[in-house]
């Protein structure tokens, strides 16, 4: 950006001898207006520039201000610099403002491919395809200004003008060693650089090491120096592999020596002062319900039946706040992660052990701090009565999901559960009820199976299968968001700064585009008159019984906004919930720690005035952005593991056929799903029955002869031609 302070006395003898007007400028008593400068002044020239749907110089702007002095056209270009610099305007090649929604131009990130091309993914709108020869320097995950450059329909084409940041700063590979130089062979095969590292910057690397390396400077658009700040192990140790992924992501794996020194000054058990001024609930019938190996325990909950015919239900939240203050190494380094990862085997927690399975767990048989959330709920489903209060509680045992479900699917009560089943079965006629109001308000359950990577002691895959989703896990899935809905409306009732779990309206024309392609397949469903979660619900029921049903589901899904933080509540469309936050899991993600801070600052301390307040209206907005990068980098490192190490089980079964649906069809081939979500892609040169074409209109590949090919939902044979654990790809064949 330019620094225009030095240019304006030559400014000013320019339009003093190009335009007689400029004298009345040069008056030299002339004072700024003060009340148009600063955010004003920036309200102002947005005005400007959005009233006419074209470009103007700073003199133009000028006159609009009414501007009559030097220092005033200064202020005018130091805002006009900041405007051009939060890219809220954009500064033609001759030098004339506009906004920047009105350029050609638009803000996006980079997703590079293998073949060098990339797209450039913009939120809330198209992607935009990039040739490799427009990539201007940009490599995979930047963020980059975007110049469109043709349209065609719906499809953009376009060239990166700018390089707005480097997102990744970061990088993972394996060392090797060329004519006595270190280089590293990145993993991401998308990011077409090569780094050099100097001898005294390789922390002893031999060939074969993977490590993390920094890039130190750029020798041109393709060579970087770089520094290598972490070894992460062997290409061959076990646990590397994820280790790798996770460090491509920036989730550290360890803590920091400040933080392990805090954990000394922090007990095992709760100390006897700590009781003071908190309900005792410990001899109340508690319990939690989680997976056969999870062993950070956020929940727990209780149940009663009221002479009304009322529920009681309670929801008793570990107290992570209490034991990780705000601004010590604990908090930072919670903050800086986001929240835990949950990678195959591994777990990289958000918290270290000593509190994420020690005190903060609600561990069964020991005291433990928690943050309580007691409801009254009718027999429609609502929560007519609620209290939220600091709490102590001694879980009386922990239950699995596994055990639960067959008490409540199949009436079989497994040892030591028996004093719980009658609790249980209440608990499941609660679940019933709240989620029938739900569904009723508009709750989308797009029933998605997910997959569960099994492996042994090294790690290694050895099965791929669905995760189980059975009443025991709609049971605690339904109590904790009946608890997030009634902690989010009291606060908003309060009308203080919050940190709420919001998920925006989807885009109209992603959805006409999915009605759009669902009407291509052949399928005819009412297009609803205004996109309401109640209205995306009928869709999906429309759907139900069609074959591609699972596949259409997915899409649906994505052509949804994500869900995200932030301290403006816009509502969940998903849930169809006014009012939405995360309170639940403080161990395992930070605005639930940062919701217990705020309960307590308003509630339990009654700490209300006006710097507090204003405290919390400014660091929300940070924490908001910033657990929601992290959640997303999570999700995608997630899907990484998930991928590599499906593609290492497939390694171990090349040649063996399998049954599966062609979840998708594009112009090089088509990806077949297996029933364990396992997915492959079907070259079309290897489709040698016929000569196939991509037909456009119907994603479908047709046959020149057959005429008839294959579309989505199309029930498959393939054979396992090829896996590659190390570029995390899997290859079918069609079997005839």
Known sequence: MWDYGFIIPFLYIFLRIFNTNILNYLKVNDKINYNIIGDNMEEKIIKILSE?????????????????????????????????EEYKIYRTKKDKYMLFDNSNLKIGKLLSTKKGYGFVDIEGDEDVFIKEDNLNGAINNDEVIVEITSKKGLKLEGRIVRIVERKLKQFVGKVYFKNNKCLIDLDDKKVNINIIVDSDKTLGAVSGHK??????????????????????????DPGVDILSIAAKYEIEDEFPKDVLEQLKNIPDHVLDTEYNGRVDLRNQMIFTIDGDDTKDIDDAVSIEKLENGNYKLGVH?????????????LDNEAF???????????VIPMLPHQLSNGICSLNPNVDRLAISCVMEIDLTGEIVEYDIFESVIKSNIQMTYNKVNSILEDNIIPQGYEKYADSLKLMSELADILRKNKIKKGYIDFAIDEAKIITDENGEAIDVVLRNRGKGENLIEDFMIAANETVARHITYMEYPFIYRVHGEPNEEKINNFLNFVHLLGHNVKRPKKITPKSMQELLDEL??????????????RSMQKAIYDKNNIGHFGLASKCYTHFTSPIRRYPDTTVHRLLRAYMFNSNLNKETVNYWDERLVNIAQHTSERERASIECEREVDDMKMAEYMEKHIGEEFNGIVSGVVSFGMFVELSN?????????????DYYMYDESTFSLIGNNNKRGYRLGDEVKVIVKSASKLNHTIDFTIKR
């Open 317 to 329: 939240i570990a107290d992570v706040s209490y034991y990780v203050k705000e601004n010590t190494p």
């Open 544 to 557: 139900k019984d069609v074959k591609q049903y699972p596949i259409l589901s997915s899409l649906l899904l």
């Open 677 to 689: 979500k396992i997915e492959g892609l079907v070259r079309i040169d290897d489709l040698t029955d």
């Open 336 to 346: 800086k992660r986001g929240t835990s990862v949950y990678l195959a085997n591994t």
């Open 211 to 236: 490590v993390v390396v920094r890039l130190l400077n750029k020798i041109d658009n393709t060579n970087y120096k770089g520094v290598i700040v972490k070894i992460l192990g062997h290409v061959d």
């Open 52 to 84: 006419e749907n074209k470009a103007f110089d700073v003199y133009e702007i000028e006159n609009k201000l009414n501007f009559n002095s030097v220092d005033q056209l200064k202020e005018l270009l130091k805002t006009l610099n900041k405007l051009e």
